[in-house]
Each structure stands twice: as C-alpha cells, then as structure tokens.
C-alpha cells in the first residue's frame, strides 16, 4: 500500500482535496494532508472549497487542518507539495538521511493555484482531479513493473 501526504500551505483547500479527490478515486491508498503553516490547525476546510466539491462527488467535511512535521518523512512513503514554496519549506525539515521523495503535484511542476487566493475552486478542482488521475496511473505502472 502507498502512504502519501499532499501538503499546500494551510491545509484547507489545495491538499484536503487532493486527499479527497485522490481517495475517491483510489480508496486502496493510505492517504492524508498537511499545511507548512499553522494557521488553520483543527479547522475543516475552507467553506468555498468544500462548496465546489460537493457536486462532483467530494466530502471534504470530515478533513481538519493539521501542519506538517519532520516525522511525516517517516510516516508516508511519498510526499506531494502543491507548489514550489511548499516544496522549498518541506524539504526545509527533512531528517537527515531521509529519502523520502517529495515532489509537486503537476507534471510540469507548475503550482496548483491558490483557491483561497484566486477564488477559482472550479479551475483548482478540475487540476487535481487530472493530477490524481496521474499519480494513480503512475502509481500503477510502478506497481506493473515492480511484479
């Protein structure tokens, strides 16, 4: 099984519905997120972005925000970022020696735009709906090859 953290900045937009998207899409996955910033712990999601998910088949409800900690190096096998600061501020806290790869959730490295921001959570929703689909299937083309 694969353990993966998705990791945006509070944890109330971009990561809760990367974890939820990819969960619904891949329920054999161990999943959760995080936030590099404290600003949010405890808090479901962000109202807007639980409101665009809805209709698509997402409960982001049950999601509260928690921060990220050294010790997820230990705890997942990958971790995702949603943009380059969040990357930069992981990788800020690796153990030494970990390995644990951290990458940014787009193929092409471009950030997940901020909803919070912006206020595009339709444009922010169909993005992570399209990345899950592609960890998922590299996801499973790492798992073909591994057999």
């Known amino acids: 099984m ?12 971009r990561s809760p519905t990367a974890e939820a998207v990819t969960r619904a899409k891949a329920p054999h996955l161990a ?17 807007p972005m639980q409101s665009a998910a ?7 409800s049950g999601l509260r925000a928690r921060q990220f900690s050294p010790n997820d190096f230990n705890s997942f096998d990958m ?7 969040n990357l930069r501020d992981i990788e800020a806290q690796r153990p030494a020696g970990n390995t644990t790869p951290v990458t940014i959730f787009t193929p092409d490295g471009a950030p997940v735009p ?3 921001y912006t206020r595009d ?4 929703l169909d993005l992570i709906e399209d990345c899950a689909d592609r960890l998922i299937a590299g996801l499973s083309r790492t798992d073909d090859a591994t057999r």
């Open 2 to 13: 694969h353990r993966i953290l998705f990791v945006c900045l509070g944890n109330i937009c």
């Open 54 to 60: 809805r209709p698509r088949g997402y409960d982001l």
């Open 31 to 47: 999943l959760d997120s995080a936030g590099t910033a404290g600003y949010h712990i405890g808090n479901p999601p962000y109202g």
């Open 79 to 85: 971790i995702v970022a949603m943009d380059a600061d």
């Open 121 to 124: 959570f339709d444009g922010c």
């Open 114 to 116: 901020d909803p919070y």
